[in-house]
């Protein structure tokens, strides 16, 4: 294999790697958000906040040159 490409791919497995390790950090807080919610007997699902989200990180998406239908399926 071209050195170059080896090199290159280990900077994409790095990549990934750090990718899981901060959608794990995003779940654990979305769980402790979970928690705190039930605890306080609110709506665990807020439709109005999951679409800002939704609008926002596909604006960015598009802004960072990334496919908009990508990141929303993520």
Same mark, same amino acid.
């Given at each position: 294999?071209? +050195?170059?490409?080896?090199?290159?791919? *280990?900077?994409?497995?790095? #990549?990934? =790697?750090? #990718?899981?390790?901060? $959608? !794990?950090?995003? &779940? !654990?807080? @979305?769980? $402790? #958000?979970? +928690? #705190? +919610? &039930? @605890? =306080?007997?609110? !709506? @665990? /699902?807020? %439709?109005?906040?999951? +679409?800002?989200?939704?609008? /926002?990180?596909? %604006? $960015? !998406?598009?802004?960072? *040159?990334?496919?908009?239908?990508? @990141?929303?399926? $993520?």
């Amino acid at each position: 294999m071209n +050195k170059e490409i080896k090199i290159y791919r *280990g900077i994409i497995d790095k #990549i990934d =790697n750090k #990718i899981l390790e901060k $959608l !794990a950090e995003r &779940t !654990a807080i @979305v769980r $402790l #958000i979970g +928690k #705190i +919610k &039930t @605890v =306080n007997g609110l !709506a @665990v /699902s807020d %439709q109005k906040r999951e +679409k800002e989200m939704e609008n /926002s990180r596909e %604006q $960015l !998406a598009g802004e960072l *040159g990334l496919s908009r239908y990508f @990141v929303k399926k $993520l």
